[in-house]
């Protein structure tokens, strides 16, 4: 299966027979709980928050939502350590599902994530899994990796590439299509990025990584378009039909999600993978529906 647009994965997510129970960490921020409450409210996840409580009851209350007591963890607004430690036990000791980043710069959340004693490594390379819906494309499209790791060397791009098919795996696909862009279809030399592609698309073929379908090198433009691909005498079993786009470097990655966003008018959900469970962690800019949709997503790939 495949979702075509993140209202199927809602219905799928709604539909599910056990409610996901969320950590948030440094939860006392308006539109991080304005997304929470709208999940909550679809009955897609139950949050436990941690932060400010004071702050957190008074943006509750402008919400018009009330959160039980025991479920809200008080650590004052200016302890972020403490706040995102207790969210990260939290999950550790099984009491939540999955994680997310409320008012906390990323780097400080992710220090108790990956804190050897209570935290949630796997010994795994972590990435960033991002999903957008973009009107002039069939399906969910995931361009990976622009948020996590910045020039991912062969051994880290293949790690990405399972990240990211086990978790689509996880959410019901079947075998996700996975393109491993470069500005040429055939291996040159001197461009390394087309040699690594050709070394997946090997490690593919002999069943090194496993659940999937890897091409590469392969350009935007054909792996988008099958006509082009068509056009240029390209042989492909996934031009036109892509699910999982794998970027040279993070600036790339970058890059292709904004344009999506900004030029394109995309929805965009994302989160972390690798780690023992889900992590919400968007912008603190992203808007209250970009949360949401990450909570959705995250709340399907989460065990």
Do not use: W
């Not at 599902?97 to 010994?123: A, P, Q, R, S, W």
């Not at 031009?239 to 999506?260: E, F, Q, S, T, V």
């Amino acid at each position: 299966m495949v979702f075509h647009n993140f209202d199927e994965l809602i219905a799928k997510v709604k539909g599910a027979p056990d409610k996901k129970i969320m950590a948030v960490a440094c939860a006392n921020d308006d539109h991080t709980l304005e997304a929470v409450v709208n999940a909550r409210r679809e009955g897609i996840i139950e949050p436990l928050l941690v932060g400010d409580k004071k702050i957190i009851h008074e943006i509750l209350e402008k919400l018009g939502e009330s959160i039980p007591e025991e479920n809200i963890f008080d650590v004052p607004e200016d302890d972020l350590q403490k706040a995102c430690e207790t969210a990260v036990k939290l999950v550790r000791e099984g009491r939540a599902n999955f994680l997310m980043k409320g008012k906390v710069d990323t780097k400080i959340i992710l220090k108790e994530v990956v804190n050897k004693e209570y935290g949630l490594g796997t010994g795994k390379l972590m990435s960033h899994f991002t999903m957008f819906q973009i009107p002039t494309y069939h399906k969910l499209i995931l361009p990976v990796d622009g948020g996590m790791v910045t020039y991912p060397d062969l051994e880290q791009k293949k790690q990405i590439i399972e990240n990211t098919v086990e978790t689509l795996r996880s959410m019901g696909y079947d075998c996700p299509k996975v393109g491993v862009l470069a500005c040429v279809e055939k291996v040159n030399p001197k461009m390394p990025e087309s040699v690594e592609a050709a070394q997946l698309q090997e490690m593919n073929e002999k069943g090194e990584i496993r659940n999937c379908i890897v091409e590469g090198p392969i350009q935007y433009d054909c792996v988008m378009r099958k006509d082009l691909a068509d056009f240029k005498g390209l042989k492909s079993q996934i031009a036109g039909d892509p699910d999982i786009l794998i970027a040279p470097n993070i600036h790339a990655g970058n890059i292709m999600g904004k344009m999506y966003s900004i030029s394109c008018g995309g929805k965009m959900a994302g989160f972390i993978v690798g780690a023992k469970c889900p992590i919400v962690m968007v912008s603190r800019g992203s808007t209250a529906e970009e949360k949401y949709l990450s909570i959705v997503v995250s709340a399907a790939a989460a065990q």
